[in-house]
């Protein structure tokens, strides 16, 4: 009597595991997407609402000049590389004005220089 209870034992859980195997190889396949419909496509662009509240920003001017104009306002939206604002050009004018003058007193020099009146000067 002991051998009919362990062939029950042995075909149902061999039936179990074929039955296992089986769902496995369904849900890989996408049986169940086909059989309910297919899952909600997932968006290219992930979209968040709410606040960025930023204390400090790298900013790619000298954070000792002034801002001359804002060109975007709170809860815009902003892209990569987009210009936020302009900075005050006086500074930035006046240095560039210095730096020619010191180019152009240089040149005086090196002119000068060249055309001297004996060969030992130009050398």
Known sequence: ??????????????????IAIAAAAFGLSGGYERLFGKKEAEPETLVLNGNVDI?????AIDVRERIARV???EGDQVKKG???AHAELE???????????????QRAVVDRMLAGSRPQEIQ
């Open 1 to 18: 009597m002991a051998a009919p209870r362990t062939s029950r034992k042995k075909r149902l859980a061999i039936v179990v595991v074929v």
């Open 55 to 59: 204390r400090e920003v790298d900013l």
């Open 71 to 73: 060109l975007v306002e």
């Open 82 to 84: 987009q210009l936020l």
């Open 91 to 105: 500074p930035f004018e006046a240095e560039v004005q210095r730096a020619q003058a010191a180019l152009a007193s």
